[in-house]
Nanobody, 124 residues
């Protein structure tokens, strides 16, 4: 079993920055994949970014590329999402997810564990 706890969400003005954290506990999974997703009201859950814990390989969704950066600290079992140049359309609940299989994936269906989510609101 894996527990994921997100933190760092909040209210920010457009153009501002936030850093989300996802702390993992429970079963160790040094070769797994960690992802960030987001879901706005009335919309499907959207892929944001993914990182492979073994080698730090990252991939970001087109809507956040160049503005958001995913990173990890394996010693702390924590994954981060640095969000810069935030836009009102980034407003959503942001979820951290873990995939035990060490293959990068962008579909939420491929992930085994989810956090409870943290709200990010960007005002115009």
């Amino acid at each position: 079993q894996v527990q994921l706890v997100e933190s760092g969400g909040g209210l920010v003005q457009a153009g501002g920055s936030l850093r989300l954290s996802c702390a993992a506990s429970g079963r160790t999974f040094s070769s797994s994949v960690m992802g960030w997703f987001r879901q706005a009201p009335g919309k499907e859950r959207e892929f944001v970014a993914v990182i492979r814990r073994s080698d730090g390989y990252t991939y970001h969704g087109d809507s956040v590329k160049g503005r958001f950066t995913i990173s990890r600290d394996n010693a702390k079992n924590t994954v981060y999402l640095q969000m810069n140049s935030l836009k009102p359309e980034d407003t959503a609940v942001y979820y951290c997810a873990a995939r035990l299989l060490g293959v990068v994936a962008t579909s939420p269906l491929r992930y085994d564990y989810w956090g409870q989510g943290t709200q990010v609101t960007v005002s115009s």
